[in-house]
C-alpha cells in the first residue's frame, strides 16, 4: 500500500474515533494498544527475467573450489612433525619417571631377546613368575635353646651363636599344582597327645600315617622334584655346615609400648616451656587441610612385638645330626622356646646337595 493512501486511512479512522461515544473510543483505543498481529500481503514471486533475478553470465560463474593437497599440504607435515616429536618427548619422560613403563619395556627387552615366553595373567604365569625365588627343597621346623659362643678355629675370634634343636620333624603332606595351584610341603614337629587334637585334624593325621604334632608348618617348593615322601623325617643333617638360611619366628612381645620405643620417635624438648610431655608423640595429624582425621596407619602407641620377623643369610656354623642341633651365626628373632622355620636363603645361591 503506498505511504500516501496509508495516511489517508489512518486520518479517517482517527476522525471516525472521536465522533463516537466515549466507551466506543476507549474500547478501541484499548485494541490498538493491544498490538494485534499486523496482516502483510503477500507478492508474488518476481519471474526469471524480471526483477533482481537474472540470467547467469558466463563471466559472472563461481571460481572452482581449491583441492584438499592445496589447502593441507603444508600445514599437514607440519602438524605430523610436530606430534611425532611431543609424542616422543613425552615417552622419554615417562620413561625414565614412571616405573611401570620402565618395567615394562624391560620385560619386552629381555623376553624377545633371550627367547623367554611372554608372561600373562595366569595363575601358571604368576608362578613362573615366582618361580626364580622359590626354594628347590623344604625348610624344617626347630626350637630355639638360647645363644652361646663359639671360637673360631682360623681367627681365633669369639663369635655369638644360637642354637636351634629339631625334634622330630616330619613330613605330614604334599600340595600339588594340580589340586591346590602350588607345590608344597606340609611338616610337622613335637608330639601331641591325641586327646589335645581336634577330630578333623586327627583324620588328617591318620589318613597320612603320622603322629599327632604339636606344630604344623608348610614351606613351597618350586615344582614336584621338591616333594619329600610323607612320613620321612627330616633332622638337623638337612642343612651343612657353611650354608645360608632365612629364619622365621615371632618376635619377643613388649606389651603397649610408647612412640618413643616403638618408632623411635624424637620426643620433646627436656625444659623451654614443655611440661609432664617430654615423651609425647605430639600431633596425631592436620585440621582441615589433612581432611580432619588421623590417617590409617599413623604411628602412635600401641602393642609393641608378637609379630613374625624374618631374619635373611643367616649362617649355619655346626650341625649336630644326633642330638639335632643346627648352630646359627649371631642372633634370631624370638625369645628363647619358640619355634623357628629354616629354609634355604632365597638371596643366596642354592646349596648344592648330595
Same mark, same amino acid.
Given at each position: 500500500?503506498?505511504?500516501?493512501?496509508?495516511? #489517508?486511512?489512518?486520518?479517517?479512522?482517527? *476522525?471516525?474515533?472521536?465522533?463516537?461515544?466515549?466507551?466506543?473510543?476507549?474500547?478501541?483505543?484499548?485494541?490498538?494498544?493491544?498490538?494485534?498481529?499486523?496482516?502483510?500481503?503477500?507478492?508474488?514471486?518476481?519471474?526469471?527475467?524480471?526483477?533482481?533475478?537474472?540470467?547467469?553470465?558466463?563471466?559472472?560463474?563461481?571460481?572452482?573450489?581449491? $583441492?584438499? !593437497?592445496?589447502?593441507?599440504?603444508?600445514?599437514?607435515?607440519?602438524?605430523?612433525?610436530?606430534?611425532?616429536?611431543?609424542?616422543?618427548? %613425552?615417552?622419554?619422560?615417562?620413561?625414565?619417571?614412571?616405573? %611401570?613403563?620402565? /618395567?615394562?619395556?624391560?620385560?619386552?627387552?629381555? $623376553?624377545?631377546?633371550?627367547?623367554?615366553?611372554?608372561?600373562?595373567?595366569?595363575?601358571?604365569?604368576?608362578?613362573?613368575?615366582?618361580?626364580?625365588?622359590?626354594?628347590?627343597? *623344604?625348610? /624344617?621346623?626347630?626350637?630355639?635353646?638360647?645363644?652361646?659362643?663359639?671360637? @673360631?678355629?682360623?681367627?681365633?675370634?669369639?663369635?655369638?651363636?644360637?642354637?636351634?634343636?629339631?625334634?622330630?620333624?616330619?613330613?605330614?603332606?604334599?600340595?600339588?599344582?594340580?589340586? @591346590?595351584?602350588?607345590?608344597?610341603?606340609?611338616?610337622?614337629?613335637?608330639?601331641?597327645?591325641?586327646?589335645?587334637? *581336634?577330630?578333623?585334624?586327627?583324620?588328617?593325621? /591318620?589318613?597320612?600315617?603320622?603322629?599327632?604334632?604339636?606344630?604344623?608348618?608348610? #614351606?613351597?617348593?618350586?615344582?614336584?622334584?621338591?616333594?619329600?615322601?610323607?612320613?620321612?623325617?627330616?633332622?638337623?643333617?638337612? #642343612?651343612?655346615?657353611?650354608?645360608?638360611?632365612?629364619?622365621?619366628?615371632?618376635?619377643?612381645?613388649?606389651?603397649?609400648?610408647?612412640?618413643?620405643?616403638?618408632?623411635?620417635?624424637?620426643?620433646?624438648?627436656?625444659?623451654?616451656?614443655?611440661?609432664? *610431655?617430654?615423651? /609425647?608423640? &605430639?600431633?596425631?595429624?592436620? $585440621?582441615? &587441610?589433612?581432611?580432619?582425621?588421623?590417617?590409617?596407619?599413623?604411628?602412635?602407641?600401641?602393642?609393641?612385638?608378637?609379630?613374625?620377623?624374618?631374619?635373611?643369610?643367616?649362617?649355619?656354623?655346626?650341625?649336630?645330626?644326633?642330638?639335632? %642341633?643346627?648352630?646359627?651365626?649371631?642372633?634370631?628373632?624370638?625369645?628363647?622356646?619358640?619355634?623357628?622355620?629354616?629354609?634355604?636363603? %632365597?638371596?643366596?645361591? !642354592?646349596?648344592?646337595?648330595?
Amino acid at each position: 500500500m503506498p505511504p500516501r493512501k496509508a495516511g #489517508f486511512l489512518n486520518y479517517q479512522w482517527r *476522525t471516525s474515533m472521536l465522533q463516537q461515544p466515549f466507551c466506543f473510543r476507549r474500547q478501541s483505543s484499548l485494541l490498538k494498544h493491544a498490538r494485534l498481529p499486523t496482516h502483510r500481503t503477500l507478492i508474488a514471486a518476481p519471474g526469471p527475467n524480471s526483477g533482481p533475478l537474472m540470467s547467469r553470465r558466463s563471466d559472472r560463474a563461481l571460481p572452482p573450489l581449491p $583441492s584438499f !593437497w592445496r589447502i593441507w599440504g603444508r600445514s599437514l607435515p607440519i602438524f605430523v612433525v610436530v606430534m611425532t616429536v611431543s609424542s616422543l618427548c %613425552i615417552f622419554n619422560y615417562q620413561k625414565t619417571s614412571s616405573s %611401570i613403563v620402565a /618395567a615394562t619395556l624391560y620385560a619386552l627387552r629381555t $623376553s624377545e631377546g633371550q627367547g623367554l615366553a611372554q608372561l600373562g595373567a595366569s595363575a601358571e604365569a604368576a608362578l613362573e613368575r615366582k618361580a626364580y625365588t622359590t626354594p628347590l627343597r *623344604t625348610g /624344617a621346623l626347630g626350637t630355639k635353646k638360647g645363644m652361646s659362643a663359639v671360637y @673360631d678355629t682360623e681367627t681365633g675370634r669369639r663369635q655369638a651363636v644360637t642354637i636351634v634343636q629339631m625334634d622330630r620333624v616330619q613330613v605330614v603332606a604334599h600340595k600339588t599344582r594340580d589340586k @591346590d595351584g602350588y607345590y608344597a610341603v606340609q611338616v610337622g614337629s613335637g608330639w601331641k597327645h591325641p586327646s589335645n587334637v *581336634t577330630r578333623p585334624l586327627l583324620g588328617h593325621y /591318620a589318613v597320612n600315617g603320622v603322629s599327632p604334632k604339636r606344630h604344623l608348618v608348610e #614351606f613351597k617348593v618350586r615344582d614336584e622334584k621338591g616333594l619329600l615322601n610323607i612320613g620321612e623325617m627330616v633332622g638337623a643333617g638337612w #642343612f651343612h655346615e657353611g650354608q645360608f638360611v632365612d629364619a622365621r619366628a615371632e618376635s619377643r612381645g613388649m606389651g603397649f609400648a610408647g612412640g618413643m620405643k616403638r618408632w623411635g620417635f624424637k620426643g620433646q624438648g627436656a625444659s623451654h616451656g614443655v611440661s609432664l *610431655t617430654h615423651r /609425647a608423640m &605430639g600431633s596425631s595429624g592436620q $585440621s582441615q &587441610g589433612g581432611g580432619s582425621r588421623v590417617l590409617p596407619g599413623k604411628k602412635m602407641p600401641g602393642r609393641m612385638g608378637g609379630n613374625q620377623v624374618t631374619t635373611q643369610n643367616v649362617k649355619v656354623v655346626k650341625v649336630d645330626d644326633e642330638k639335632g %642341633i643346627v648352630v646359627l651365626n649371631g642372633c634370631i628373632p624370638g625369645p628363647d622356646g619358640c619355634l623357628v622355620k629354616l629354609s634355604d636363603a %632365597i638371596k643366596k645361591p !642354592w646349596p648344592e646337595i648330595p
